[in-house]
């Protein structure tokens, strides 16, 4: 079964102070890692698609880098409008989400 | 900017009563999708649907649930006997090709409360 674990559950940064989400996935033959910004009641918003090993991709503050096993979302210099629950979904048969990293950015 | 668009924003109903939900995805994506988010927990496929058939479906998508293209625009979710274990966001999700580089678009929800 395939499955898609994110760390850590919450994170709290101060504004500027930089970090890294972690994703880690078992899922045979992946056929592409999604990143996805999810606002309290609202829908998944699209960042990034990886789909090899090595791969990167980077939007303002956001970089996301992917191996054979995970997938890191790197935040540099985070400020407060970065808050959000950052999801990880594998494209598999289906898209399988990870539980998500609750960020929050103080001020 | 053009979006996945649902209607409506909240429903509540009664246990065993049929609801639809209603979506009007993005005019040139070609696979439709439904997700459902309890509070508290994971994003969850449904289905997903492709040139008038169904393409992928879970577990969750059992007999009570079906879904049609009824025009060129809408797409929708019906629930046919509500349960209170139904009670969650339901999400709509459109995309140019299936799983391609662009990802999938997600509208606003539909928060469904059975009670």
């Known amino acids: 079964e395939d499955q898609v674990t994110q760390s850590p559950e919450a994170l709290r940064l101060q504004e500027g102070e930089s970090s890294s989400l972690n994703c880690s996935y078992t899922?045979?033959?992946?056929?592409?890692?999604?990143?996805?910004?999810?606002?309290?009641?609202?829908?998944?918003e699209f960042l990034f698609t990886l789909y090899s090993a090595g791969e990167e991709k980077e939007k303002e503050r956001l970089k996301a880098t992917l191996t054979k096993k995970e997938s890191f979302l790197h935040i540099t210099a985070p400020k407060p409008e970065d808050s959000a629950t950052y999801l990880c979904a594998d494209a598999g048969n289906m898209l399988t989400f990870g539980g998500g990293t609750r960020l929050m950015v103080k001020p | 900017e053009p979006e996945v668009t649902q209607t409506p924003s909240h429903q509540v109903t009664q246990m065993g009563q049929e609801v639809i939900?209603?979506?009007?995805?993005?005019?040139?994506?070609?696979?439709?999708?439904?997700?459902r988010q309890i509070l508290g927990q994971k994003v969850e496929f449904l289905v997903s649907f492709y040139n008038n058939e169904i393409s992928e479906k879970s577990e969750i998508f059992d007999d009570q649930f079906s879904v049609e293209r009824p025009d060129g625009s809408n797409f929708t979710l019906k629930i046919r006997s509500t349960k209170l274990e139904d009670s969650a966001m339901y999400f709509c999700a459109?995309?140019?090709?299936?799983q391609g580089p662009s990802g999938q678009y997600f509208g606003p929800g539909t928060r469904l409360t059975v009670t």
Do not use: E, T
């Open chain 2, 94 to 98: 459109s995309s140019v090709g299936g």
């Open chain 1, 27 to 44: 899922v045979s033959g992946l056929r592409g890692l999604f990143w996805y910004r999810q606002d309290p009641g609202k829908g998944p």
């Open chain 2, 21 to 35: 939900l209603r979506c009007v995805p993005i005019s040139n994506h070609l696979y439709f999708y439904w997700y």
